[in-house]
């Protein structure tokens, strides 16, 4: 069966001054996540915004959170940023020595598991968790900004996983993020992908317009 093709907005290139806005565009125009990227200042360089902004911002959208952590150790925060209104946490697997020991408190607060790799870790790393989470993000930026250029060879691992995924009878969803616009989403479409990450391509003078220029292309390509 053909996996659902999904479009996550990352939340990281909105206006802050006006989420509840930007949010009811994208989900006017048929996004199914809202990406929100959480980082630290040390497994990435930049630092965004932490539980107190999720848990805000959960009063102020039914939609699902698909939260990417780009945080070191990040089994010590899952509980906080479960309780903070997470549907799904991404953790990356370089940032733990136990990735195992992440997965099961991400389950044990009952969220569903995404792992992600950054552009120069192979897919064999990754391949042992993938009948144990939900979701892989292949990262296709080096992880830290907004308003990249995707790197193609990325899309090579993609291919492996969604091979991988087919072979194994798995139902992983294969998210990618960084880069994606709209006159380039059909490379990691063609690669494999079905959930695609898109922020600065999505938000800005016409938030609404733009979400619904993805999310019909998605539906075409998901009714061929
Ligand atoms: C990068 C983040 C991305 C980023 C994507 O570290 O994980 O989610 O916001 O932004 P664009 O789509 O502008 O590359
Ligand atoms: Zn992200």
Redesign the pocket.
């Given at each position: 069966m053909k996996p659902t093709l999904k479009l996550a907005p990352?939340m990281?290139?909105a206006d802050f001054a006006k989420l509840a806005e930007e949010f009811k565009a994208i989900k006017d125009g048929g996004a199914h996540y809202l990406?929100i990227?959480v980082m630290d200042g040390i497994f990435?360089p930049s630092i965004s915004f932490g539980m107190p902004v999720i848990k805000s911002i959960r009063k102020c959208t039914d939609m699902f959170f698909d939260v990417?952590l780009?945080i070191v150790d990040p089994v010590r925060y899952i509980e906080e940023f479960a309780k903070s209104g997470a549907d799904l946490i991404t953790f990356h697997l370089e940032a733990t020595e136990d990735p195992q020991a992440v997965i099961d408190e991400i389950r044990r607060n009952n969220c569903k598991v995404g792992i992600s790799i950054k552009p120069k870790t192979p897919f064999a790393d990754v391949a042992p968790y993938m009948d144990k989470v939900d979701m892989l993000l292949v990262m296709t930026?080096e992880?830290?900004?907004?308003?990249?250029k995707m790197m193609p060879e990325t899309l090579d691992k993609v291919r492996e996983a969604r091979a991988f995924v087919t072979e194994k009878g798995l139902t992983t969803d294969i998210q990618v993020?960084?880069?994606?616009k709209f006159d380039n989403i059909n490379l990691p479409l063609e690669a494999g992908a079905n959930v695609f990450?898109?922020?600065?391509?999505v938000f800005g003078p016409d938030t609404l317009g733009e979400t619904k220029r993805f999310c019909e292309y998605l539906a075409k390509e998901q009714a061929e």
């Open positions: 990352s990281l290139s990406h990227d990435v990417h780009m930026v992880p830290g900004f907004g308003g990249q993020d960084g880069g994606v990450v898109a922020g600065s391509a």
